[in-house]
């Protein structure tokens, strides 16, 4: 797959990548364009994947290392559905799409990109976005930069928040 605009990509290629899981990883620093953290809470936290198949594409991650879906405690499982509808709203509000896929690649055969610690995805979608990548001839177009995107992503979970007291 060939992105025609991802000028964020010729940072992270010049960087060391972080040893480790980078889900256990990157929630240890402060929330952060740098990280792609928009939210962290109790036992999950929000974050911008860095390979988005359209602007917006969110997932959720509890902080605990886990491949395994049935060690996941029902606390954690109640926050990822509770930041998970928090995010819906988010996007709703900033992007207005027409739809969302949300679910979990459970192994690499499933195409998950890091196995070993599972995460759900929230991909807003627009209608006529796949007929746009087909024409494209396999050619996606990322039409936001990650740092915007994380940037409308904190102030509309700011403004829920505030909304919600
Ligand atoms: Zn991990």
Redesign the pocket.
């Known amino acids: 797959m060939k992105y025609l605009f991802a000028p964020w990509r010729m940072d992270y290629i010049g960087k060391e990548k972080p040893k480790g899981?980078v889900?256990?990883q990157l929630p240890k620093f402060d929330c952060c364009a740098e990280t792609l953290v928009v939210y962290k809470g109790t036992y999950a936290f929000i974050i911008l994947n860095r390979y988005p198949y359209v602007s917006g594409h969110v997932m959720i991650v509890p902080y605990r290392?886990t491949a395994d879906i049935s060690e996941i405690t029902a606390p954690e499982w109640a926050e990822i559905n509770q930041l998970m509808v928090l995010t819906v709203k988010a996007l709703e509000q900033e992007y207005k799409p027409h739809g969302f896929n949300i679910g979990m690649n459970i192994g690499q055969a499933a195409g998950a990109g890091i196995a070993?610690?599972v995460h759900l995805h929230v991909i807003p979608r627009w209608s006529g976005d796949a007929n746009f990548m087909t024409v494209a001839c396999g050619t996606r177009v990322i039409p936001e930069d990650l740092v915007v995107t994380y940037d409308r992503m904190v102030k509309a979970i700011g403004s829920l928040q505030i909304q919600e007291g």
Do not use: L, Q, W
């Open positions: 899981c889900f256990c290392h070993d610690h």
